[in-house]
């Protein structure tokens, strides 16, 4: 699976995201920078297609599709939007999460999978006070166990601290196990990996490699009106939910720097 956005924007003159182009595909993960509040979540809803960008287009394998979109790709940890509650217990987060994958989910269900993945010890803790690295494997095997799955969109892991290497070998090991991953990402985080090249660094997928973009075109002139509003938050995790690609915009938001690791597919 390979997915491209195209020159895509958001808001009145891009004002909510300015040209931006990236491509993510199967067994590799690419990251991209978008600083501030909530530009990662915006280009996080644009790229699973849950939100229609005012100009440019979006492709899954080189054709429009956003309803193939939002049932291959899961949105992860995005917030304000698939981002669990930080005081709900962590058993809490996996029981509903089984529920929507169409398993198991009573509390004992929920224990008895965190058992399965190591995490048993954390059940009972706020998943707000979950380790960062145990917050993203947690959430991704999550997401991973809805039917259809291709792709994780992990967004703006970094917020919640500590080392990159973490996450970044854990979405590493996704890659390897066939999903395509797009992690979006800070200004500090993508120099923190930069730094582990430089180390020599590796992860299960190989040397961080870089990415160069052509440099996207200046803002076009309007195309939408409505770029103010705030999507509706849907359930937690909503990876394959059937919502409104339409969904307005937030805030300006930019994203313009890229890099993958894997081999071209």
Request: aromatic fraction near 4%.
């Amino acid at each position: 699976m390979r997915v491209a956005l195209h020159e895509v924007t958001k808001g009145r003159a891009g004002q909510a995201l300015p040209p931006t182009s990236l491509e993510f595909h199967t067994g590799a993960v690419r990251y991209a920078i978008a600083e501030t509040e909530q530009r990662p979540t915006v280009l996080g809803l644009i790229a699973g297609g849950r939100m229609r960008p005012d100009s440019g287009r979006v492709t899954i394998d080189g054709a429009a599709g956003s309803r193939r979109l939002r049932r291959a790709v899961a949105l992860v940890d995005a917030p304000d939007v698939s981002d669990p509650h930080p005081d709900i217990a962590l058993a809490g987060v996996v029981g509903e999460e089984l529920m929507f994958a169409g398993l198991g989910a009573t509390p004992l269900h929920a224990r008895r999978w965190l058992n399965g993945l190591g995490f048993g010890e954390l059940a009972s803790v706020p998943i707000g006070n979950v380790d960062p690295a145990a917050r993203v494997r947690i959430l991704c095997e999550l997401a991973v166990l809805r039917e259809g799955t291709e792709s994780i969109v992990l967004v703006s892991p970094d917020r919640h601290g500590g080392s990159p290497d973490g996450w970044w070998r854990i979405a590493g090991e996704f890659a390897d196990r066939g999903y395509a991953m797009l992690v979006i990402l800070g200004g500090s985080a993508a120099v923190a990996l930069e730094r582990m090249q430089e180390l020599g660094a590796v992860n299960a997928s190989g040397p961080v490699e870089p990415l160069v973009l052509d440099e996207p075109r200046p803002a076009a002139s309007a195309h939408s009106e409505n770029g103010d509003e705030t999507p509706v938050r849907p359930r937690v995790g909503d990876e394959h939910a059937d919502g409104d690609p339409d969904a307005p915009g937030f805030p300006p938001v930019s994203a313009d720097h890229t890099t993958e690791i894997g081999a071209e597919q």
